[in-house]
DNA sequence: TTGTAAGCGTTATCAT
DNA sequence: ATGATAACGCTTACAA
């Protein structure tokens, strides 16, 4: 371990560059606000002393924090791989400015202790409107709704569009949707995206819905595994169903994907675990939380001016699952 | 948003209870040195007025930052889900404490910028060996090592004990290792908890070593099929490589758990992915996490005092691929 | 344009 | 045991 030799500070740079603290500060904060020679010799200055604002300072003197409070509201019983990716792409977006982060899982810990300056909130749920709308800070929200907030998502109706039309386009004659049972905006848009491009082809869409497990989708394919004619392809709206559905047609001695196809929605971890990986509508998670990151901090820098809404396309990764 | 009224600080507490502001400070830092009468007159101005300690100014005085760094040296290409139950781990212990984080993946970032009170690192090979001599800070590493480092993990050879006894206990005549092929020191601890438990049977023991990819377990079970005789118990140091051994047995319609059975080692979310689900040497990971931030804080707490190796004993989690 | 002074909320030090 | 003062490193407000 190193220790710590002296901290160089504002002082010691102005010093150096016989100039006040204040000037040192400006050309920092305002660079605009000061003459070019002073600035010159200022950042020279900066250099050969090697100085390093104090974040912590500059905290206190601003009415800071530096952190921003990340809640992640679903269950993660499972560990959903995908927050994972999320997280890193937040982390790495906010320690670019300088922030660090706190995770939250736990909704009553949201707006307990040193607040932060400001959130981002993922999962959230209808019911967790009431608590968003408690918070006292700048706040963007991962997933979309139609509630007002700021928010980031991927496109998700853009996401099925993509894989319907390419199993359209591969041949496949039925198309079936399996979907997640919740009354939630992802939800609607991902089907919206099956049925639209469906009903552009004039063809009638058949949508099935269950719980988010693989044993769920892989239970529904097997009992009903006579009434699927061949040459069709399920696109579900998770790589868990997805998984599901390609373990019965395996089991049930189902061809893929020459007489049946799956397509899956994520893209995270999941689709590469399957075997033969899953074709799927792969979301461009770590970027998500690069953005949300970006967002929230301008946010901040604009006072809580809202950001609107962003929705990123998603990419069709095309792999064993589907036909060449 | 709830705009913040006047924040309550320490000179309004002194002035509701009629003391300085210090006397407030030591009832928080140094209760011990206030007398009785006076510690209850500040503990009911504190609840009078809802003071919450700002703890950016505290930090400041402190010389702290209030942020801890926390390293995934490891490649996450494929964005293990370990590390997000570990991450919650020590989000959680961290937050508790006032504590918030940076997530660093980049080894060049680890010491840049307004630096941290102390480091977690984790997935770090011999390699990085001068990159964490470099730290400043304290610091303590996830992964059992033998570099004198501070460390916590699972106590991996207990692990592979456990599976391997259960694994006689239940009459499997044959009992394979499948091992990662990587020289660091949780593959020999994996090794040796079953070397040592075979012979304590007088069984000699057999292992293989391969990539950590399913893909490369079950290339290895089809390849050499017809050599294992029926009722082998294959224990894989992960649930990668477990999940590849069983895909390749279900595949040569070997009977699971009857006839082969399979043991994986982790127990984060892939165990359940597989099917049938894996009986597994589970991880306390999320556990494994708190533990970290609770070592770190307390070796910060002492300027930075050796807190020694701490190993925490796995569970072995019972499902479909060994016999009841 | 630049500098001076005061203040952000806390704690350490030294008196009393 | 308690309190006054200075200090942590920076920024805002005002003066020059």
Redesign the interface.
């Known amino acids: 371990?190193?220790?710590?030799a002296h901290m160089v500070t504002l002082s010691d740079v102005a010093k150096q560059a016989n100039v006040s603290k204040m000037t040192v500060s400006r050309v920092i904060n305002h660079p605009e606000q000061v003459t070019p020679e002073l600035k010159q010799l200022v950042e020279d200055a900066i250099i050969a002393l090697n100085y390093?604002?104090?974040?912590?300072?500059k905290?206190?003197a601003n009415n800071?924090?530096?952190?921003i409070k990340v809640a992640i509201l679903e269950d993660?019983d499972?560990?959903?791989?995908y927050?994972?990716?999320l997280?890193?792409g937040v982390?790495?977006g906010?320690?670019r400015k300088?922030y660090?982060?706190?995770?939250?899982?736990d909704r009553a810990?949201l707006s307990v202790?040193?607040v932060a300056d400001g959130f981002i909130v993922t999962g959230a749920r209808s019911e967790d409107i009431p608590l968003i709308d408690?918070?006292?800070?700048?706040t963007v929200i991962f997933g979309e709704n139609h509630n007002g907030y700021d928010f980031i998502d991927t496109d998700n109706k853009e996401g099925t569009a993509l894989a319907t039309a390419y199993a359209l386009a591969k041949s496949y004659q039925s198309v079936i949707f399996i979907g997640i049972d919740v009354k939630e905006s992802f939800e609607y848009s991902r089907e919206a995206g099956y049925i639209n491009t469906l009903q552009q082809h004039k063809i009638v869409p058949k949508i099935h819905r269950m719980g988010n497990h693989?044993?769920q989708s892989?239970a529904f394919v097997n009992d009903n595994w006579r009434k699927f004619a061949r040459n069709t392809c399920f696109i579900c709206a998770s790589d868990r169903l997805a998984?599901g559905v390609e373990?019965a047609i395996i089991q049930n001695g189902g061809n893929i994907p020459n007489d049946f196809a799956v397509i899956g929605f994520d893209g995270?971890?999941?689709d590469?675990?399957a075997?033969p990986q899953l074709t799927t509508v792969k979301q461009p998670v770590q970027k998500l939380g690069e953005l949300l990151a970006r967002m929230l901090i301008q946010k901040i820098a604009q006072s809580?001016a809202q950001q609107g809404e962003l929705l990123v396309s998603p990419e069709l990764v095309k792999r064993g699952t589907t036909r060449n």
């Open positions: 371990m190193i220790e710590g390093q604002p104090n974040s912590v300072a905290a206190l800071r924090t530096n952190v993660i499972t560990t959903e791989p927050y994972m990716s997280l890193f982390a790495k906010l320690d300088g660090a982060l706190q995770l939250v899982t810990r202790g040193n408690s918070l006292s800070q700048p693989s044993h892989q998984i373990r995270v971890f999941l590469q675990v075997n809580g």
